[in-house]
DNA sequence: ATAATTTGCTAACGAACGTTAGTATGCTTA
DNA sequence: TAAGCATACTAACGTTCGTTAGCAAATTAT
């Protein structure tokens, strides 16, 4: 059977892929430390041992996650800097663009939020450098857009936390069959951001 | 001495407490799986088998401090529910009292918030049972709201996650030594709520 | 004065941990 | 057909884990 095949081709060509997939969903629902290699190999079907055929370590899986849910979030940030018009507007397109990268992957994203801190050095230290930058971002649109007279005078570092947390907990609720697109998460966070709900 | 005498005395009446304590601080820092009874002793200057003079198990801790919390998050309700005069004013109450808890204990609101998946049943049911509970409560207020015509028609179970994860990260920043008091706080993140970031 | 409680110790338990070494099998590529 | 790579195994390593048993000293309560 030629689909047959071809799965099994796809399955062996993507085997580490399979485990840090398997991995990123156990260390959601578990927590890093809790989830055990025996655990993982487990879900794979293997041993814990035949694990090390393809990665070099437990940490090598969350560091893999880590960073490449940075990279995406950074990479989204493309569409946020395309916008010309008001502050407002780019605040909505970087919570749509934000939301978009959680909701593409709601375990990742949670293993990025949650477990970062069992990251060894220097790993962790350059985890918070890019987490600092991109809190950054924010904080630039909100102060430009208090400066331009168009948000209110606010505390910009507060502003950022309570704009993020909100954004950040999607991870939390987000079900891909849920009648919410992530467009549209985004769209109303950014709407209830800027402003509220007060009729 | 008699400071001393009295220092000892209360050293000793509360070495469970000082234990509870201690064990809350790195859970907060490290995460409770990868706390070990060793590192708690060791904070503590004893032994890890010392530990158990005291308490019954690891476990029991968590226990201690995700219950402790979630009955403080409901006793500050009562606030609340004097509050007779808008539902935005309920809200504000609701985000004052709610940020106060927080604020009161930040490492333990810390442990409520991420530990509580390491609940073993039947505590982890009854943890969730009474977190829906009081989520129904902020979901009630958005909903009497709306029919009332106060606030925008909205997706209530939506508001409330987004409400609720404003609230709730305040513990990962607030700092007793900062400038906001615990009531300044729930007051801005209230207005935020209500009115939003557009001037 | 004596009994009870609090606090801590050493030694050790079985279990689980992440990981390595060495080997075997089958598939892919040259 | 041979070489190389992907995949997985068994066996085991040293370490750390939460916890128990049994004992001892000091403090508190009766």
């Known amino acids: 059977m030629l689909t047959f095949g071809l799965m099994e081709i796809a399955v062996k060509k993507n085997r580490k892929q399979q485990i840090e997939e398997k991995a990123t969903a156990l260390f959601q629902e578990k927590g890093y430390a809790a989830t055990s290699m025996r655990d993982l190999a487990n879900v794979l079907g293997i041993e814990a041992a035949s694990l090390y055929s393809h990665i070099k370590s437990k940490e090598e899986i969350l560091q893999k996650v880590c ?11 493309q ?8 502050y407002a507007a780019k605040l909505e397109k970087a919570a749509i663009a934000h939301v978009k990268v959680i909701t593409l992957d709601t375990n990742a994203s949670a293993v990025f939020f949650n477990e ?4 060894s050095e220097p790993f962790l230290s350059d985890f918070l450098n890019m987490r600092n930058d991109y809190e950054g971002r924010f904080i630039d649109i909100i102060e430009k857009g208090m400066e331009a007279g168009e948000f209110k005078t606010v505390d910009s570092k ?3 936390l309570t704009i993020l947390s909100s954004l950040n907990w999607t991870h939390n609720w987000y079900k891909p069959e849920g009648s919410l697109s992530s467009q549209e998460i985004g769209k109303r966070l950014a709407n209830m951001i800027l402003n509220g709900l007060n009729k």
């Open 158 to 160: 507060f502003m950022m």
């Open 67 to 77: 960073f490449r849910m940075a990279d995406e979030f950074f990479a989204a940030w």
């Open 116 to 119: 970062w801190r069992h990251l």
């Open 79 to 86: 569409a946020v800097e395309m916008e010309n018009s008001s």
